[in-house]
C-alpha cells in the first residue's frame, strides 16, 4: 500500500481527488522545509508545490519512490541525487498555457494603456478639472503592429506567441543566451533584447539562467520596452530592473514573481511605488480552471507510476527540455 503524503496542500485551490489504487493520504496545509523530513518518513510517494526536497533530506527518506511536484517548474527537488537513489520525479505539464499567456498580456496592457498612472491621476482629480474631454497626461500604445520577443520557448512561451500574433504583433523567439549557433526560426538572445517592444520571459530556473535580465541586458533594450517576467523571479536582477525603470532606461515592467517567495521587507520591487513597475503575487498560473487542471493531472501522474507506466517523468536535462524549446 502506497503512502502518499501532500506536502503543501493549500497551494492549491482544487478538488484533488483521491488516487484509484490502494494508499493511506495525509495532507497539510504547509510545510516548511526543516519539517519536510519528518513529515515523510514513512511515505513512498511525496507531492510539494514548493517545500524543498534537497540531498540532504533524500538520504533521510529510503522509503520514498516518487516525488509528484504540483507545478512544472522542479527547481525545488535536487533532481541528480534523486537519480541516483532511484526516487522518480513527476511534474505537471500544459495546464497553465491559457491562464499564463493571458497575464502576460493583462500586464502589457495595462503598462501600454497607462492604466495605472491615469487611475492616479483620476485620484488627485486631474481628470475632473480638465478643461477637455479626455485627459492627456500619460502615453497610450498599442500592442498591435509591436514586436513580442520570447525568451523560453515552451509551452507557455508558445502560447504567448499565439495570443501575439492574435493581437497583430511581430514574434521574436530568442535563441538562449551565450548559444554558439542560432537555430532556424530564432533570433540571436541580443537581437531579442535590441529589437522587442515587450519582452516576456519563459525559461526554467537554473544556474545558466539565473540572473539572465541584469543592468547590461536591459540596457540594450529600447526605452519605450516592456519587461514582463511570469517565470520565476531569479531570472531578473531586481535592483537592475528597478534603477533601470527609475532611470527611464525601459519604460515599464509588469513582474509576477520575485526571487524570494513570499517577498520580504527587502524587496527592492516591493520598496518603490511606480506608475510603469505592476507586481501581482505570483497569480499568472493561479485561474480556477488552470489550478483544477493541475490537480487532476497531479493524481493521473500518481495512477500512471503506480500502474507501472510513469508520466511526465522529469531529469535534469529532460527538464531543461520541456521548459526552453
Same mark, same amino acid.
Given at each position: 500500500?502506497?503512502?502518499?503524503?501532500? *506536502?503543501?496542500?493549500?497551494?492549491?485551490?482544487?478538488? %484533488?481527488?483521491?488516487?484509484?489504487?490502494?494508499?493511506?493520504?495525509?495532507?497539510?496545509?504547509?510545510?516548511?522545509? $526543516?519539517?519536510? &523530513?519528518?513529515?515523510?518518513? @514513512?511515505?513512498?510517494?511525496?507531492?510539494?508545490?514548493?517545500?524543498?526536497?534537497?540531498?540532504s533530506a533524500l538520504a533521510q527518506l529510503p522509503r520514498l519512490k516518487l516525488i509528484a511536484v504540483a507545478a512544472t517548474g522542479t527547481?525545488?527537488?535536487?533532481?541528480?541525487?534523486?537519480?541516483?537513489?532511484?526516487?522518480?520525479?513527476?511534474? %505537471?505539464?500544459?495546464?497553465?498555457?491559457?491562464?499564463?499567456?493571458?497575464?502576460?498580456?493583462?500586464?502589457? !496592457?495595462?503598462?501600454?494603456?497607462?492604466?495605472?498612472?491615469? +487611475?492616479?491621476?483620476?485620484?488627485?482629480? *486631474?481628470?475632473?478639472?480638465?478643461?477637455?474631454?479626455?485627459?492627456?497626461? #500619460?502615453? %497610450? /500604445?498599442?500592442?498591435?503592429?509591436?514586436? !513580442?520577443?520570447?525568451?523560453?520557448?515552451?509551452?507557455?512561451?508558445?502560447?504567448?506567441?499565439?495570443?501575439? #500574433?492574435?493581437?497583430?504583433?511581430?514574434?521574436?523567439?530568442?535563441?538562449?543566451?551565450?548559444? =554558439?549557433?542560432?537555430? =532556424?526560426?530564432?533570433?540571436?538572445?541580443?537581437?531579442?533584447?535590441?529589437?522587442?517592444?515587450?519582452?516576456? !520571459?519563459?525559461?526554467?530556473?537554473?544556474?545558466?539562467?539565473?540572473?539572465?535580465?541584469?543592468? @547590461?541586458?536591459?540596457?540594450?533594450? /529600447? +526605452?519605450?520596452?516592456?519587461?514582463?517576467?511570469?517565470?520565476?523571479?531569479?531570472?531578473?536582477?531586481?535592483?537592475?530592473?528597478?534603477?533601470?525603470?527609475?532611470?527611464?532606461?525601459?519604460?515599464?515592467?509588469?513582474?509576477?514573481?520575485? $526571487? /524570494?517567495?513570499?517577498?520580504?521587507?527587502?524587496?527592492?520591487?516591493?520598496?518603490?511605488? *511606480?506608475?510603469?513597475?505592476? &507586481?501581482?503575487?505570483?497569480?499568472?498560473?493561479?485561474?480556477?480552471?488552470?489550478?483544477?487542471?493541475?490537480?487532476?493531472?497531479?493524481?493521473?501522474?500518481?495512477?500512471?507510476?503506480?500502474?507501472?507506466?510513469?508520466?511526465?517523468?522529469?531529469?535534469?536535462?529532460?527538464?531543461? %527540455?520541456?521548459?526552453?524549446?
Amino acid at each position: 500500500m502506497e503512502r502518499i503524503v501532500f *506536502l503543501d496542500r493549500d497551494t492549491l485551490r482544487a478538488e %484533488v481527488r483521491r488516487p484509484a489504487f490502494a494508499h493511506v493520504w495525509t495532507e497539510y496545509g504547509e510545510t516548511s522545509e $526543516s519539517e519536510a &523530513v519528518e513529515r515523510l518518513a @514513512e511515505a513512498t510517494i511525496a507531492i510539494t508545490n514548493k517545500v524543498p526536497l534537497r540531498a540532504s533530506a533524500l538520504a533521510q527518506l529510503p522509503r520514498l519512490k516518487l516525488i509528484a511536484v504540483a507545478a512544472t517548474g522542479t527547481d525545488i527537488v535536487d533532481l541528480k541525487d534523486a537519480g541516483e537513489r532511484g526516487v522518480a520525479v513527476s511534474n %505537471v505539464r500544459g495546464y497553465a498555457q491559457k491562464a499564463v499567456a493571458e497575464h502576460v498580456f493583462a500586464l502589457a !496592457l495595462a503598462l501600454s494603456r497607462s492604466l495605472v498612472g491615469f +487611475r492616479e491621476d483620476l485620484a488627485r482629480g *486631474l481628470w475632473q478639472r480638465a478643461p477637455h474631454f479626455c485627459l492627456h497626461t #500619460r502615453p %497610450v /500604445r498599442d500592442l498591435g503592429g509591436r514586436t !513580442l520577443g520570447i525568451v523560453g520557448y515552451g509551452s507557455l512561451g508558445r502560447a504567448v506567441a499565439t495570443l501575439g #500574433r492574435a493581437f497583430g504583433m511581430k514574434v521574436l523567439i530568442a535563441e538562449r543566451k551565450g548559444a =554558439e549557433r542560432v537555430r =532556424e526560426g530564432r533570433a540571436s538572445f541580443a537581437e531579442v533584447l535590441s529589437g522587442s517592444d515587450v519582452l516576456t !520571459l519563459h525559461a526554467p530556473l537554473t544556474e545558466e539562467t539565473r540572473g539572465m535580465i541584469g543592468a @547590461e541586458e536591459l540596457g540594450r533594450m /529600447r +526605452r519605450d520596452a516592456f519587461l514582463i517576467n511570469c517565470g520565476r523571479g531569479g531570472l531578473v536582477d531586481e535592483r537592475a530592473l528597478v534603477e533601470a525603470l527609475e532611470a527611464g532606461v525601459i519604460a515599464g515592467a509588469g513582474v509576477d514573481v520575485l $526571487s /524570494r517567495e513570499p517577498p520580504r521587507d527587502d524587496n527592492p520591487l516591493l520598496e518603490v511605488q *511606480l506608475p510603469n513597475l505592476l &507586481v501581482t503575487p505570483h497569480i499568472a498560473w493561479a485561474s480556477s480552471e488552470a489550478m483544477q487542471a493541475l490537480a487532476d493531472q497531479l493524481i493521473d501522474n500518481l495512477e500512471a507510476f503506480v500502474r507501472g507506466q510513469p508520466t511526465n517523468l522529469v531529469t535534469g536535462d529532460r527538464n531543461r %527540455v520541456i521548459s526552453d524549446r
